[in-house]
């Protein structure tokens, strides 16, 4: 079975600056997609990036970035010139690149992001 | 835009009773997921859906049950409530071939 570690339960950035949350998972699957989504306080999950496995450039959506270490299982979600509106829960995620009965999204504990104005 | 509709975003219900969270989604999706959020445990997979009459148990199954005779909607249905089974719940959906899913915004549960 899959799994996905956070080993972070919080973190605190200051506004306009960067910070790195760290995601390691386990699998023996080859292909896979791996995700972060966010958690703000209305309770909304919003995908934030995904990374496809088979691809070996790192995903890239504005400020946002990863960080994919296929052999050692570690994705890391940075987050540049954080905002205020940045602060939230963030989770990391595993998905098989099978379809059907495996199509679940595995879901680490999450780490609570505060932004420091 | 994508929809996913949960029909309570709070709810108090009494130990014993019979509870049936709904979840509905608009666009034609084959995959519907239940997830349970408590603090410190991230989301938890309770049952999933590929198909309309087709499910999976996830992690968490005990003391769960789940109905989906529609492709547009998914029941979660809480046989005999537990004080243990006070937290948030969430619906999300998928289609087959994708790998974005979409998030309700959540039933907060109490059960007393």
């Known amino acids: 079975a899959q799994t996905v570690t956070q080993s972070q339960p919080e973190m605190s950035v200051q506004e306009a600056e960067t910070v790195t949350l760290s995601c390691t998972y386990d699998t023996s699957e080859s292909d896979y997609y791996l995700f972060w989504y966010k958690q703000p306080p209305s309770r909304q999950m919003i995908l934030v990036i995904r990374q496809e496995a088979y691809k070996q450039q790192n995903a890239t959506e504005n400020r946002f970035s990863v960080n994919f270490q296929k052999a050692a299982k570690s994705f890391s979600l940075k987050i540049s010139d954080s905002q205020l509106g940045d602060a939230a829960m963030y989770f990391c995620?595993?998905?098989?690149?099978?379809?059907?009965?495996?199509?679940?999204?595995?879901f680490g504990k999450g780490i609570t992001l505060s932004v420091r104005p | 835009d994508v929809k996913v509709t949960q029909s309570s975003r709070y709810l108090v219900k009494r130990t014993g009773e019979k509870v049936f969270l709904e979840c509905v989604q608009d666009m034609d999706h084959e995959n519907m997921f239940w997830y349970r959020q408590d603090p410190g445990l991230g989301l938890r997979l309770i049952y999933f859906?590929?198909?309309?009459?087709?499910?999976e148990k996830g992690d968490i199954p005990e003391g769960y049950s789940v109905s989906r005779e529609k492709k547009e909607r998914f029941s979660l249905i809480l046989e005999s409530a537990s004080t243990n089974q006070t937290s948030m719940y969430l619906c999300a959906s998928s289609l087959r071939e994708s790998t974005e899913a979409f998030f309700g915004q959540g039933t907060r549960l109490t059960v007393v």
């Open positions: 859906s590929y198909d309309v009459k087709m499910k």
């Open positions: 995620a595993y998905r098989s690149a099978w379809t059907g009965a495996n199509s679940k999204l595995t």
